[in-house]
Nanobody, 124 residues
Framework: QVQLVESGGGLVQAGDSLRLSCVASGRTFDRAIMAWFRQAPGKEREFVAA???????YYTDSVKDRFTISREGAKNTVYLQMNSLKPEDTAVYYC??????????????????WGQGTQVTVSS
């Protein structure tokens, strides 16, 4: 079992920054990928960013050069630094993890543990 707890969401203005945190606990030693997804009202949950245990990072095109995913290993914490936020970034952000590194990291179905989500609202 793996538990994921997100925090750091809030209400900000366009152009502002936020840093989301995801703390993992439990059986974390076999987690190959940590990722962030988001779900806007009325839309499907979508991939945002992923971090492999090797250190490789992946981003969806709309957040490249604005968002950064990173890890603080000693604390089993994954961060999502979000800069230059836009109203279209408004969504509930979810942390997720899976035990294997192969396959399409963008697919929700390949993640076996999810956090409860944290709301990010960007006003124009």
């Amino acid at each position: 079992q793996v538990q994921l707890v997100e925090s750091g969401g809030g209400l900000v203005q366009a152009g502002d920054s936020l840093r989301l945190s995801c703390v993992a606990s439990g059986r974390t030693f076999d987690r190959a990928i940590m990722a962030w997804f988001r779900q806007a009202p009325g839309k499907e949950r979508e991939f945002v960013a992923a971090l492999a245990w090797s250190g490789s990072t992946y981003y969806t095109d709309s957040v490249k050069d604005r968002f950064t995913i990173s890890r603080e290993g000693a604390k089993n914490t994954v961060y999502l630094q979000m800069n230059s936020l836009k109203p279209e970034d408004t969504a509930v952000y979810y942390c997720a993890t899976r035990p294997f590194s192969y396959g399409d990291y963008r697919l929700l179905s390949q993640y076996d543990y999810w956090g409860q989500g944290t709301q990010v609202t960007v006003s124009s």
